[in-house]
Nanobody, 112 residues
């Protein structure tokens, strides 16, 4: 069983930045791929960033060049740095481990 706890959400202005964190319990964090998803009101949940156990990253075109995922295996934590935020980035952001376990999410609101 893996427990995930997201933090770092909040209100940001367009063009601003936020950094999300996801702390994981369990002792096999380093062996699993980690991902960030988001779900905006009335929309389906979508993948925004993934990082493999070896540190390989991938992003959809909608966030490429603006979002950066990273991981600290010593702290069992994955991060999502979000720059140049847009109002359409407003969503609840969820952390996912190995495609199996989900956190409860953290709300990001981008508004002036």
């Amino acid at each position: 069983q893996v427990q995930l706890m997201e933090s770092g959400g909040g209100l940001a202005q367009p063009g601003g930045s936020l950094r999300l964190s996801c702390a994981a319990s369990g002792n096999f964090f380093s062996r699993n791929a980690m991902s960030w998803y988001r779900q905006a009101p009335g929309k389906e949940r979508e993948l925004v960033a993934s990082i493999s156990s070896g540190g390989f990253t991938s992003y959809p075109e909608s966030v490429k060049g603006r979002f950066t995922i990273s991981r600290d295996n010593a702290k069992s934590t994955v991060y999502l740095r979000m720059n140049s935020l847009k109002p359409e980035d407003t969503a609840v952001y969820y952390c996912n481990c190995a495609g199996l376990w989900w956190g409860k999410g953290t709300l990001v609101t981008v508004s002036s």
